[in-house]
């Protein structure tokens, strides 16, 4: 009796929450309506007339992120940085990946074959984030979930005929964060050999800072040429460090 | 349409309602993976809907794809049945 | 017309995610299940491709790809499981 009373108490408390959720959705404006705020930015980031004070970028986010985007990612990589020594701080010496059987040869093949597909849509995910929805993190994860898949429907020794074993992913990892610290370091050596100024992680010219990385590609806008090394070397990193702790949580697994 | 979007959504919330209440009263722990997998897919395309595909994107590639696989690995150790 | 039309699908696609739900709370096995959230995630892919069409941005169409590439590896998971071996061998 308690039990039903606990749980119609928990379902009406649920449904009441969810329906004062949607009463504030009613406010949802309507596709193609663009509010005031979103106006003002819409000018000022990515209006061809006025470049003195643009961030180049059609999308929203690194629009009104701007220069921040780089430490954006930036703290994004060190926090999962942190995450995943601490991971691998418990599992002390690497066991040998050992090739084994996997699962049927309809499932393998099918496999390996959207392997492909999702590394694919990762880096399409990565690079293009600068126009469309997405960024270093989410193609990071996605290009985990491919090797996941692998691990998953092949064996863990496969994995070394891809060359890839933990030695690796983690200097891969290392890589990717190599990336973004190298490309902070640079404006601020150019500009102090140069005598003028610039800021760390610096993604357009300004007025009194003229170091900037390319913000045109031909006739394609790269919305600040910091964007797209940035995102690539998170990327690389999240989807190494993923990788890596579902390999050492098997592992752990097996020898239990 | 706007009126079809909200009725979606809607829709989908009370989805979610249902499967909070069998993945809190379940005594199959892999039942309550598989059912919390549904529920973000439920509540990615609620993001969707609500025109904030970022939030979308990491919902379903690290919410709903890592960390079921996460869970898996760890149901092997703590058994599936809770007592 | 082709407005029409997909406003017509897209209410077909709901009621079909509907009745899958059903499947997904009552059916009495881990396969049913699975099986339902394969058919609910692909049908949650088509509308919002159909919402992308509708609202005419190309930009919203990025996820359901992703989604529907998702679930072929959430089934592998819990098939793994099922046939009771280590994960990873």
Redesign the interface.
């Known amino acids: 009796m308690k039990d039903w009373r606990a749980?119609i108490l928990?379902?009406f408390f649920?449904?009441l929450m969810?329906s004062i959720?949607?009463y504030a959705?009613?406010g949802?404006p309507?596709?193609?309506f663009v509010r005031p705020l979103g106006e003002f930015y819409l000018f000022n980031t990515y209006n061809f007339e006025n470049q003195s004070w643009w961030s180049a970028s059609p999308n929203a986010?690194t629009g009104l992120l701007w220069d921040y985007r780089g430490y954006d990612t930036l703290y994004e990589t060190m926090v999962f940085y942190v995450g995943i020594a601490a991971v691998a701080m418990f599992f002390e010496g690497h066991a040998k990946l050992r090739k084994?059987?996997?699962?049927t040869v309809i499932?393998r093949s099918?496999?390996r074959l959207?392997f492909v597909?999702?590394i694919t849509?990762a880096f399409a995910?990565t690079i293009f984030s600068i126009?469309?929805?997405?960024?270093g993190?989410?193609g990071g994860?996605?290009m985990?979930?491919a090797y996941?898949?692998i691990?998953?429907?092949l064996?863990?020794g496969f994995l070394p005929e891809m060359d890839l074993d933990v030695e690796k992913a983690h200097l891969a990892k290392i890589a990717g964060l190599a990336l973004i610290a190298g490309l902070t370091i640079v404006p601020v050596v150019y500009s102090l050999a140069s005598g003028s100024a610039a800021y760390a992680l610096q993604n357009l010219p300004k007025a009194w800072a003229p170091f900037g990385y390319p913000t045109f590609l031909g006739f394609a806008s790269l919305s600040g040429g910091l964007i797209i090394p940035i995102q690539l070397g998170e990327m690389i990193h999240v989807g190494m460090g993923?990788t890596i702790?579902?390999?050492l949580?098997?592992?752990k697994?097996?020898e239990? | 349409m706007i009126e079809m979007i909200e009725l979606i959504i809607d829709l989908l919330l009370a989805f979610c309602v249902v499967l909070t209440a069998a993945i809190v009263y379940t005594k199959d722990l892999l039942l309550a993976i598989v059912l919390s997998g549904a529920e973000g897919v439920l509540v990615a395309t609620v993001f969707y809907l609500l025109l904030a595909p970022d939030i979308a994107l990491v919902q379903v590639a690290a919410g709903v794809g890592i960390s079921t696989a996460f869970f898996i690995v760890g149901l092997r150790k703590i058994g599936r049945r809770e007592e | 017309m082709i407005d029409m039309i997909l406003v017509f699908s897209l209410g077909m696609f709901i009621i079909s995610i509907t009745l899958s739900m059903y499947r997904m709370v009552v059916g009495p096995t881990i396969p049913d299940r699975m099986l339902a959230l394969d058919v609910i995630s692909y049908g949650l892919t088509v509308v919002m491709g159909i919402i992308a069409v509708i609202s005419g941005s190309p930009y919203l169409i990025v996820i359901s790809f992703s989604l529907a590439l998702w679930f072929f590896i959430g089934a592998l998971y819990v098939a793994r499981y099922m046939e009771g071996e280590q994960i990873g061998d």
């Open positions: 749980s928990g379902v649920i449904v969810s959720l949607t959705f009613l949802y309507g596709i193609g986010v084994t059987g996997g699962m499932v099918s496999a959207i597909f999702i849509s995910i126009k469309t929805p997405g960024g993190f989410q994860s996605i985990a979930i996941i898949a691990i998953v429907s064996s863990r993923f702790m579902f390999l949580l098997t592992l697994d097996k239990d």
